[in-house]
T-cell receptor, first 116, second 107 residues
Framework: EVQLLESGGGLVQPGGSLRLSCAGS????????MSWVRQPPGKGLEWVSF????????YYVDSVKGRFTISRDNSKNMLYVQMNSLRVEDTAVYYC?????????RGQGTLVTVSS | ETVMTQSPATLSVSPGERDTLSCRASQSVSSNLAWYQQKPGQAPRLLIYGASARATGIPARFSGSGSGTEFTLTISSLQSEDFAVYYC?????????FGQGTKVEIK
């Protein structure tokens, strides 16, 4: 069974940093592109970033480009996103997802709140 | 950026009725279109990918059609567990984008 478990969310002040992690299991992690998708409270979904299976290609939505960095460690079956210069509008539930195109499998999400 | 527009915003339907949701893309997305169901407090659940392929475990009452810029999701006979918000998403033109959602509520 495919399992994805996000961690690292919490409350951070504007301008601060946070690193989210996602542990994958039940599949050959390195065979899949992986993604981060977010959803602000009460709002719709936004595809934030994805990374190729080998980690050599990364993609970002313009709103996070230059502030977020996606990475992976295939030896540990882990996906990460380093989020810097956080803004109030980055407040959202962040989902880790298998694949880089559609949300085939995803975790239950971790809440990031950016507030002073 | 490819803008995805869903209609209607809210659909009031009685259990057992047929339900059709629409999704329009601002430019062609070929057949690279997915549909999701989301219930309150839950993560989105994949229903359809490739515009018409049902995801694993999805009941046959859910069907998708369309290509290019016009897409539909049909629920042939609405069950009580189908009342939720439905999103379409294109994955043809980066950044991948979602529609704003259609809420299907009990009439």
């Amino acid at each position: 069974e495919v399992q994805l478990l996000e961690s690292g969310g919490g409350l951070v002040q504007p301008g601060g940093s946070l690193r989210l992690s996602c542990a994958g299991s039940g599949f050959t992690f390195s065979n899949y592109a992986m993604s981060w998708v977010r959803q602000p409270p009460g709002k719709g979904l936004e595809w934030v970033s994805f990374i190729s299976g080998s980690g050599d290609k990364t993609y970002y939505v313009d709103s996070v480009k230059g502030r977020f960095t996606i990475s992976r460690d295939n030896s540990k079956n882990m996906l990460y996103v380093q989020m810097n210069s956080l803004r109030v509008e980055d407040t959202a539930v962040y989902y880790c997802a298998r694949r880089g195109d559609y949300l085939e499998s995803r975790g239950q999400g971790t809440l990031v709140t950016v507030s002073s | 950026e490819t803008v995805m527009t869903q209609s209607p915003a809210t659909l009031s339907v009685s259990p057992g009725e047929r339900d059709t949701l629409s999704c329009r893309a601002s430019q062609s997305v070929s057949s690279n279109l997915a549909w999701y169901q989301q219930k309150p407090g839950q993560a989105p659940r994949l229903l359809i990918y490739g515009a018409s392929a049902r995801a694993t475990g999805i009941p046959a009452r859910f069907s998708g059609s369309g290509s290019g810029t016009e897409f539909t999701l049909t629920i042939s006979s609405l069950q009580s567990e189908d009342f939720a918000v439905y999103y379409c998403q294109q994955y043809n033109n980066w950044p991948w984008t979602f529609g704003q959602g259609t809420k299907v509520e009990i009439k």
